[in-house]
C-alpha cells in the first residue's frame, strides 16, 4: 500500500510556496491586498532517476531541489511585493548574494566552531571537542535567530512560516481548508525545516565523534564533504518523526527542533492564512477551487 504523500513547503516574502507531487505553487499577498498565485508543475530526480530514491540518497537530492526552488520562490515574491523595478534582484545580484551568504553561514557555522573547539582539544578529548563544536554551531543558530526575529520584514515571514504549518495540519487533520480551521492548530510542525537543521546540527556532534584527530582545516574539509550525508540522514529522521509522531520515543527525539520552531514562527492572522491556504489548494490533486482576491 503507498504511503500517503506528504505536503511540505515554505515561508516567503508576504507569502507561502507549498509542494505538491506533480508541482509547487508560491501565493503572496501584494501590497494592494491582491493574491498572486504562480504555479508550476516539476517532475522530481528522484521520480526520473529510482536509484534517487533510496534512503539517505533521496535526502540529499530532495535539499538540492528545496534550495533552489526555495531561491527561486523568494525571487519571484520578491518582485511581487517590490513597488519598483530598483528593489527587484538581478539574477547576478541573486547569485552573488547567495554565494556570499553560503561562505558567511560556512564560516559562522562551521569554521568558528571547529576553530575554537580545537583550542580546547588537549583537555576535553576528542568526544568533549565534537559536543563543544556542536553546542556553539546551535547556540550560534539560535542567536541568529533571535537577532534577525526582531526585524520587523522577519516577523512576518516567521507568521507566514506558522500559516503553513497550521495549514498543513488543517488539511492532515481531514478538514475544510479555511482560516477559521487553520486558526486552531499550532505553529509547531513537525516535518519543520528548523527542525530540521537543529537534527542536522546533533548528527554532526555523534558522528564526529568518531572522526580522529586531525588539523583544523582537514577537520573543516571532512564536514563540508560529509555534510549532504548528514543531510540525508536528518531528512530520514524527520520523515520518519513525521509518520510516527504518537510514539513517545519519536517525540522525545524530535521535541528540541519543535521547541525551536517557537522562534521561528509567529501566530499568523487570518489574511496570512488565507495566502497559504490558496497554495496549498493549488498542489492539491482534486485542485480545489481556490479563491484569489
Avoid at 583537555?123 to 550560534?140: A, D, K, M, P, W
Avoid at 515571514?157 to 488543517?170: M, R
Wanted: proline fraction near 4%; hydrophobic fraction near 50%; aromatic fraction near 8%.
Amino acid at each position: 500500500m503507498a504511503k500517503p504523500f506528504q505536503y511540505g513547503g515554505q515561508a516567503v516574502i508576504e507569502g507561502v510556496m507549498m509542494l505538491g507531487a506533480g508541482g509547487s505553487a508560491i501565493a503572496v499577498r501584494k501590497p494592494s491586498n491582491e493574491i498572486v498565485l504562480k504555479e508550476s508543475t516539476r517532475v522530481p530526480l528522484r521520480e526520473r532517476f529510482p536509484v534517487l530514491k533510496w534512503p539517505i540518497l533521496r535526502g540529499c537530492v530532495s535539499l538540492f531541489e528545496s534550495l533552489i526552488l526555495g531561491m527561486q520562490a523568494i525571487t519571484w515574491s520578491a518582485s511581487q511585493v517590490g513597488e519598483s523595478e530598483e528593489e527587484q534582484l538581478t539574477s547576478w545580484e541573486l547569485i552573488v548574494t547567495v554565494g556570499i551568504a553560503l561562505v558567511l553561514g560556512i564560516g559562522l557555522f562551521i569554521v568558528v566552531p571547529v576553530s575554537v573547539a580545537a583550542f580546547a582539544l588537549p583537555y576535553i578529548g576528542q568526544f568533549g571537542r565534537s559536543t563543544l563544536e556542536g553546542l556553539i554551531r546551535i547556540g550560534l543558530f539560535i542567536g541568529y535567530v533571535v537577532a534577525i526575529g526582531r526585524m520587523k520584514d522577519i516577523q512576518r515571514i516567521f507568521a507566514y512560516h506558522g500559516a503553513e504549518h497550521k495549514t498543513l495540519s488543517t488539511y492532515e487533520a481531514g478538514e475544510e481548508l479555511i482560516p477559521e480551521n487553520a486558526r486552531k492548530y499550532s505553529t509547531i510542525h513537525p516535518r519543520c525545516g528548523t527542525s530540521f537543521i537543529l537534527m542536522v546540527m546533533l548528527l554532526m556532534i555523534f558522528i564526529f565523534t568518531f572522526v580522529g584527530q586531525t588539523t583544523v582545516w582537514l577537520r573543516i574539509l571532512i564536514k563540508l564533504v560529509m555534510m549532504p550525508v548528514v543531510a540525508g540522514l536528518a531528512y530520514e529522521v524527520i520523515k520518519f518523526s513525521g509518520r510516527h509522531c504518537e510514539s513517545k520515543l519519536v517525540r522525545f527525539l524530535v521535541a528540541p527542533g519543535l521547541w525551536l520552531q517557537k522562534l521561528t514562527t509567529r501566530e499568523p492572522d487570518d489574511a496570512q492564512l488565507e495566502v497559504a491556504i490558496t497554495a496549498l489548494k493549488a498542489v492539491l490533486p482534486e485542485k480545489t477551487e481556490v479563491l484569489v482576491r
